[in-house]
């Protein structure tokens, strides 16, 4: 379901691509309306619904597109006005209707343009941005944003006639209504837009938002039981009128945040619209609009919850992240120097509880400064990755290979012992010979040495011992290729 239903949106995004930018500004515009009509059925007021999705789009928008999104936002916000007259009856003269339109315009996109400007500055001074970080911002931008176009919204239909003077309670369910909004639907939009503008990636605090098709069954099966906590939730507050009923709805932070901490972030964000949609569309279809306000609160402080989670998940991958800058040469992808010691001493532990012999075998390149002085470091650097290609092809899987510095390597061969591990060297002599040298068409040229690890004897006794024996071919000048054992 998820796999077709995206690949459906991400087949629209390149037919966007490969077209002109008007088809994107009309896609937008298409989705603006619409959301704006389904919000508008959802009113339990007038002008207050019980969530405001086209903040949440318009936010989204602007973080990802700039002021170049206003050639769009504008003229829809005009053109609801006119829609907003025909569901009211408020038959107002065009003019008037145009004036209001320009005004409720400007203080919209202008509420929702500074936020994500502040957000984007504020994010992009941290050149690694961490996911509490950009989560606390985006917060503060949704809730002062959606405050200021309450507000400004407010006296600018007062100022053109579209209202009567305000109550002093309608500005808390605009309010909430367009938090709600941004709140649950930017991250969502964010991700549907980042196709079309990767660059945004870098700051959103280590946070991926491109779908996934892996594992949708399970990922289904948790947005069912979600659903059924709406249901149950609703149903019981419409079956027995009580208005403490709807505050069991808080209790969805619990499934949501294993949603949060078990998939990827496109889909925390997915579950939380999903839920969202669901609790405004059956508050209205139950008619339980009176506690409206709570269920209000309840998608905003359960929406602010699960973005925080998103921490989690986060910091595990930049843990794993940082494990493997530890574990891996970032040049070859052989092992460090201190993880390579550290799988080696787990293998011969192993290996001698079965009985079985272990070799060292320790090589370098010859003449490598002078490849560097002479070619570049690039010319270097693609000698080192052809050389630890070749080990790999040429080595077993159960081979552990490291890089001890610069262009020297360490093999552990588990399973050989000397006379094994030594025809191990010369097959890999022969095969490192067959790689092209920059400057004069000679062959790679290196040196060997091998040890067997005896009995009591570490890792780092048989490494020395191995790295003695590669000094000592080099300092007694017998051919560089020579395998010494």
């Keep these: 379901m998820e ?15 490969g077209r002109s930018a008007a088809f994107r500004y009309v896609a937008l515009a298409i989705a603006w309306l619409v959301l704006w009509r389904l919000s508008a059925l959802m009113q339990y007021d007038p002008h207050a619904s019980l969530w405001f999705p086209p903040a949440g789009l318009s936010l989204a928008a602007l973080l990802v597109m700039g002021w170049r999104a206003l050639p769009v936002l504008v003229p829809c916000a005009i053109a609801v006005t006119f829609w907003i007259d025909r569901i009211y009856g408020t038959h107002l003269p065009a003019r008037e209707l145009l004036a209001s339109g320009v005004l409720f315009a400007t203080v919209h996109c202008l509420s929702y ?71 649950v639907l930017t991250p969502l939009f964010v991700g549907l837009l980042s196709w079309r ?53 808080f209790f969805l932070i619990l499934p949501q945040m294993w949603v949060v901490y078990t998939e990827s972030p496109f889909r925390g964000a997915l579950s939380i619209a999903l839920v969202s949609t669901a609790i405004a569309v059956l508050v209205a279809l139950f008619g339980i609009t009176r506690e409206a306000l709570v269920y209000q609160f309840a998608i905003c402080v359960i929406a602010a919850s699960a ?49 079985l012999p272990v070799s060292l075998l320790v090589m370098d390149i010859d003449r490598f400064k002078a490849i560097n002085d002479g070619y570049g470091h690039a010319a270097g650097d693609q000698i080192l990755l052809n050389l630890v290609r070749t080990l790999r092809h ?40 067959e790689l092209r040298m920059p400057g004069p068409e000679l062959g790679l040229s290196v040196s060997f040495g091998v040890a067997a690890i005896g009995d009591g004897e570490s890792i780092m006794e048989a490494f020395r011992r191995a790295d003695e024996r590669l000094l000592a071919a080099k300092r007694s ?8 054992t």
Excluded at 126 to 138: D, E, G, M, Q
Excluded at 310 to 332: I, Y
């Design 3 to 17: 796999q077709n239903h995206f690949g459906r949106l991400r087949a629209l995004a390149h037919l966007g691509t």
């Design 113 to 183: 343009g500074l936020g994500a400007l502040v957000m984007r500055r504020t994010i992009r001074r941290n050149t690694s941005p961490s996911t509490p970080t950009v989560v606390t911002t985006f917060l503060l931008v949704s809730a002062l944003a959606s405050l200021c176009a309450t507000v400004l919204g407010i006296r600018a239909l007062e100022a053109t006639g579209m209202i009567a003077p305000s109550t002093p309670s309608l500005w808390l369910p605009w309010w909430i209504g367009d938090l709600a909004g941004a709140l």
């Design 197 to 249: 503008y990767p660059q945004i990636e870098p700051w959103l605090g280590g946070l991926s938002f491109l779908p996934q098709t892996r594992g949708s069954g399970t990922y289904a099966g948790k947005l069912a039981l979600e659903m059924l906590v709406v249901v149950v939730v609703l149903a019981a507050d419409a079956y027995f009128h009580s208005p403490e009923t709807a505050f069991a709805m």
């Design 307 to 355: 973005y925080f989670g998103f921490a989690v998940p986060a910091l595990v991958a930049q843990n794993r992240h940082l494990s493997e800058l530890a574990a891996t040469d970032g040049l070859t992808g052989a092992a460090t120097k201190t993880h390579f010691f550290e799988c080696s001493e787990r293998e011969l532990a192993d290996s001698r509880s079965q009985g």
């Design 394 to 433: 040429q080595l077993r899987q159960s081979d552990l290979i490291g890089r001890f510095g610069g262009d020297e390597f360490m093999v552990l061969l588990p399973g050989l012992a000397l006379d094994r591990a030594e025809a191990t060297a010369d097959r890999l002599r022969r095969a490192l010979t």
């Design 477 to 484: 000048r017998r051919p560089a290729d020579e395998v010494i």
